[in-house]
């Protein structure tokens, strides 16, 4: 006996629905540093280990975690996957936090990742005024209103310089250091890295901004209040026993719970 049209499309539609509801059951991680030292493909082995702990903490049965330096291709896998969490560098949360609904749950303390403070460092200048109206090297350029609300303090803006744009944080570096900037625009991470780079000896800090909160944990809407509650509760331990290590690999020093009013002074500065 055939079986209705009607009655297979049926089974067929419950059948989509099924496998629809099991691929929306995967808790994802985004995981976003703009700044710091260190390439994508070197740390996604680290975050999906991470991640596998952070699922086994919360019961999740099915969790993914991507990373990104670049914020055009987290968005897109924002946008299009949806993902519960995220651990974004601050000039992106603070960019990115009203579009997307970021709510903060947590913050991170990430080794080499950067941005909880900046330089303006030169060989040939003494203050941040003998940087003025010269050229000024930086990798940080393109979120100019981050740089000029929040990292300046005031101090100073982005078109008081010539800016010298670089893709990396390292050249950013060697142009000062190779006389092809008189000045450079770096945060922690990289004013670290100054003493590894060759002809970089008299490179000297000439300027340097308040120290910024962490990299904040945030909540997506994909999550549901039950499930937020619960992955913020066990933030704090993420990185103890076993995940100790693996916090070590990914570089995460620390994780603790937070909540918007923490970043509250940097997103009045961000309006």
């Not at 975690?65 to 299009?80: D, H, L, P, Q, W």
């Not at 078109?159 to 945060?187: H, M, N, Y």
Request: proline residues 3%; hydrophobic residues 40%; contains cysteine.
């Amino acid at each position: 006996m055939r079986r209705p049209v009607l009655g297979l499309a049926l089974v067929a539609g419950i059948g989509a629905l099924a496998a629809t509801a099991a691929a929306d059951s995967t808790v994802r991680l985004v995981i976003l540093a703009e700044t710091g030292i260190g390439s994508s493909s070197q740390a996604q082995p680290y975050v999906d280990k991470l991640v596998a702990i952070a699922a086994e903490k919360n019961g999740w049965s099915s969790a993914e975690g991507k990373y990104f330096r670049s914020r055009s291709e987290a968005v897109g896998y924002i946008t299009g996957q949806s993902p519960h969490y995220g651990i974004v560098s601050l000039g992106a949360f603070l960019g990115l936090r009203q579009a997307h609904g970021f709510e903060v749950i947590g913050a991170a303390d990430v080794a080499r990742a950067g941005g909880r403070r900046y330089h303006i460092v030169s060989k040939n200048q003494s203050d941040l005024g003998g940087c003025k109206g010269k050229s000024l090297a930086t990798n940080h350029g393109g979120d100019e209103r981050f740089v000029d609300k929040v990292v300046s303090g005031g101090d100073f803006a982005l078109s008081d310089f010539t800016v010298v744009a670089t893709t990396r944080p390292v050249q950013t570096i060697k142009k000062v250091a190779s006389g092809d900037a008189e000045c450079a625009l770096i945060d922690d991470a990289q004013y670290d890295e100054i003493a590894h780079v060759d002809g970089a000896a008299g490179v000297k800090s000439v300027w340097q901004s308040k120290q910024l909160p962490p990299m904040p944990v945030v909540a997506l809407p994909s999550a549901s209040a039950a499930e937020k509650a619960k992955f913020k509760s066990t933030l704090d331990s993420l990185c103890d026993g076993d995940g100790k290590q693996v916090c070590n690999e990914v570089g995460i020093q620390g994780l603790r719970s937070a909540s918007d009013a923490d970043y509250a002074a940097v997103i009045a500065a961000y309006q």
